[in-house]
């Protein structure tokens, strides 16, 4: 059993910056791949960015790259996204998730959620 817990969402202009957390609790959190999910108000939750459980394979959404990196730390069992040059289109809540593979994730548990929202 894995239990995610997000932070670090907000409000923040168009162009900044801010990092979310995920804290993963469970013995078997360095069995799995982690992502990053959004959903936007309206819209399908979509995934953002994924990372092996050895951090040496990542995926990122097309619309996020150059802009976002995702990051893990085992000995802290966290996750992290950094998300820089928001725009207004990355407005949405933010999921944490465990699961198998990085592209097309098979997602086994989920977070409660962080709201990210970016002013225009």
């Known amino acids: 059993q894995v239990q995610l817990v997000e932070s670090g969402g907000g409000l923040v202009q168009a162009g900044g910056s801010l990092r979310l957390s995920c804290a993963a609790s469970?013995?078997?959190?360095?069995?799995?791949?982690m992502g990053w999910f959004r959903q936007a108000p309206g819209k399908d939750r979509e995934s953002v960015a994924a990372?092996?459980?050895?951090?040496?394979?990542?995926y990122l959404a097309n619309t996020v790259k150059g802009r976002f990196t995702i990051s893990r730390d085992n000995a802290k069992n966290t996750v992290y996204l950094q998300m820089n040059s928001l725009k207004a289109e990355d407005t949405a809540v933010y999921y944490c998730?465990?699961?198998?593979?990085?592209?097309?994730?098979?997602?086994?548990?989920w977070g409660q959620g962080t709201q990210v929202t970016v002013s225009s």
């Open positions: 990372i092996t459980w050895s951090g040496g394979s990542t």
């Open positions: 469970g013995r078997t959190f360095r069995s799995y791949a």
């Open positions: 998730a465990a699961g198998l593979g990085i592209a097309t994730m098979q997602v086994r548990y």
